[in-house]
C-alpha cells in the first residue's frame, strides 16, 4: 500500500533552518508529483509547494519568498524541503502528499516549532 512518512520536524528560533524528509513506497516514486503542505494552529491546510517527478520542474506558495527549497532524491525514495529563515508564522504540522492511481495519500506529518 502507498505510505508517506515525513521526519524532521523539531524546536527552532526565529531565524533558523531546518530540512524535512518524506519517504514513499507502494507507487511509482520516480514519476510523481510530490507536495508538501502545512497546517499552522487554528488554521486551514495550505500547500507549501511541489515537485514533478523527475524534479525539472517546482513551484512554491507566495509565502515561501525564496525561503524554502524543494527537492528530491528518487533512489532514495525521498523528497526534502529545507527551510530558511523560519519564523513563528511558519510554525505547524507538515505533510507530505501525492496522489496515486486516482487517489490522494497523506503522510502523518511532522511538527514544526518556532520560538520567536
Known amino acids: 500500500q502507498v505510505q508517506l512518512v515525513e521526519s524532521g520536524g523539531g524546536y527552532v528560533q526565529a531565524g533558523e533552518s531546518l530540512t524535512l524528509s518524506c519517504t514513499g513506497s507502494?507507487?511509482?516514486?520516480?514519476?510523481?508529483?510530490l507536495y508538501w503542505y502545512r497546517q499552522g494552529p487554528g488554521k486551514e491546510r495550505e500547500r507549501v509547494g511541489l515537485m514533478n517527478g523527475d524534479g525539472s520542474n517546482t513551484k512554491y506558495a507566495d509565502f515561501v519568498n525564496g525561503r524554502f527549497t524543494i527537492s528530491r532524491d528518487n533512489a532514495k525514495r525521498t523528497t526534502y524541503l529545507h527551510m530558511t529563515d523560519l519564523q513563528p508564522e511558519d510554525a505547524g504540522v507538515y505533510y507530505c502528499?501525492?496522489?496515486?492511481?486516482?487517489?490522494?495519500?497523506w503522510g502523518p506529518g511532522t511538527q514544526v516549532i518556532v520560538s520567536s
Open positions: 502528499h501525492t496522489n496515486w492511481l486516482g487517489f490522494p495519500y
Open positions: 507502494g507507487f511509482r516514486f520516480s514519476s510523481n508529483v
